[in-house]
Nanobody, 129 residues
């Protein structure tokens, strides 16, 4: 049964922005940490960002490659996590996935795949002029 669904991917030009959404179809969204990853063909999935659950104070994490350009947030009432992508570059082109964290409460995420589960189907982001 589907638990997470991403949307918002598109074809944009360098320097433009996008906002990705990750809708959660479970019950206690506020108790779930959510991570965003991306993947290009023939490469491993790369951790982009994560946001902790309410117990963790919704602490945020970012990969160095996106720090200062991407912003993760969540709306617990809408059971949705967001990833705002600003100043997009061609190297940001990838399929973006969201997933739920395997730990609740305070936990320092390293943005590795083994820390997350129940992956969505992904949404394509293409940055090209």
């Amino acid at each position: 049964q589907e638990l997470l669904r991403e949307s918002g991917g598109a074809l944009v030009q360098p320097g433009e922005s996008l906002k990705l959404s990750c809708v959660y179809y479970g019950i206690n969204f506020q108790n779930e940490a959510i991570g965003w990853f991306r993947q290009v063909p023939s490469k491993e999935r790369e951790g982009v960002s994560a946001i902790g659950d309410s117990l963790a104070g919704e602490k945020t994490y970012y990969a160095d490659t996106v720090k200062g350009r991407f912003t993760i947030s969540r709306d617990n009432a809408k059971k949705t996590a967001y990833l705002q992508l600003n100043d997009l570059k061609p190297e940001d082109t990838a399929v973006y996935y969201c997933a739920r964290g395997i730990r609740s409460g305070y936990y320092d995420y390293r943005l590795t795949e083994d820390e997350f589960m129940h992956w969505g189907q992904g949404t394509q982001v293409t940055v090209s002029s």
